[in-house]
T-cell receptor, first 113, second 113 residues
Framework: NAGVTQTPKFQVLKTGQSMTLQCAQD?????MYWYRQDPGMGLRLIYY???????DKGEVPNGYNVSRLNKREFSLRLESAAPSQTSVYFC????????????FGPGTRLTVT | SQKIEQNSEALNIQEGKTATLTCNYT??????LQWYRQDPGRGPVFLLL?????KEKRKERLKVTFDTTLKQSLFHITASQPADSATYLC????????????FGGGTRLMVKP
């Protein structure tokens, strides 16, 4: 099993450009999440999908959109990138049952100039 | 407001000693608490989960305690090794729907040989 995979690993954008971060999991998990991690701020939840077909805002959703394409895939889109969105982005998943631990991908390091 | 606090200063200890990391929280009544390990450039990895009705949980050299009266969790690594050097994150559940977690900022542990 590959677990949680994310693409790309690194990305540099100019202000105003758009891009989509891809995430996929092969563990048949119900719930998926997008976080950003900034120095001194810890991990902050952007959006989550409790199950296929549903998405909800997390703590810092402004400037982002998500799509739960199917049970395996959950993408994060930046429509018009801003320097404040420079961060490391992590995707995670969990089975959504009694096993509550989250499995994280390797992250995408995004720089917006 | 809800807050999770971990010591932002690095903890330096000698190999073989016990490392103790602290996680304090306010304005939460979590049903469970989790600890994760994060190595530089990688996503967090789940270590242990402890429920509100459990006082202590052990896994190999790891021990977690959870005091809901003090609103505090302690994470211990006994017989520490240089390979234990990493950042350790605590996380509390936000609610039982969607399995959302709120993460602390993490504490960096350095184990010196």
């Amino acid at each position: 099993n590959a677990g949680v995979t994310q693409t790309p690993k690194f990305q540099v954008l100019k202000t105003g450009q758009s891009m989509t971060l891809q995430c996929a999991q092969d563990m048949n998990h119900n719930s998926m999440y997008w976080y950003r991690q900034d120095p001194g701020m810890g991990l902050r939840l952007i959006y989550y999908s409790a199950s296929e077909g549903t998405t909800d805002k997390g703590e810092v959703p402004n400037g982002y959109n998500v799509s739960r394409l199917n049970k395996r895939e959950f993408s994060l889109r930046l429509e018009s990138a801003a320097p404040s969105q420079t961060s490391v982005y992590f995707c995670a998943s969990t089975s959504g049952t009694q096993r509550r631990e989250q499995y994280f991908g390797p992250g995408t390091r995004l720089t917006v100039t | 407001s809800q807050k999770i606090e971990q010591n932002s200063e690095a903890l330096n200890i000698q190999e073989g000693k016990t490392a103790t990391l602290t996680c304090n929280y306010t304005n939460y009544s979590p049903a469970y608490l989790q600890w994760y390990r994060q190595d530089p450039g990688r996503g967090p990895v789940f270590l242990l989960l402890i429920r509100e009705n459990e006082k202590e949980k052990r896994k190999e050299r790891l021990k977690v305690t959870f005091d809901t009266t003090l609103k505090q969790s302690l994470f211990h690594i006994t017989a520490s090794q240089p390979a234990d050097s990493a950042t350790y994150l605590c996380a509390l559940d936000r609610n039982n729907a969607g399995n959302m977690l709120t993460f602390g900022g993490g504490t960096r542990l350095m184990v010196k040989p």
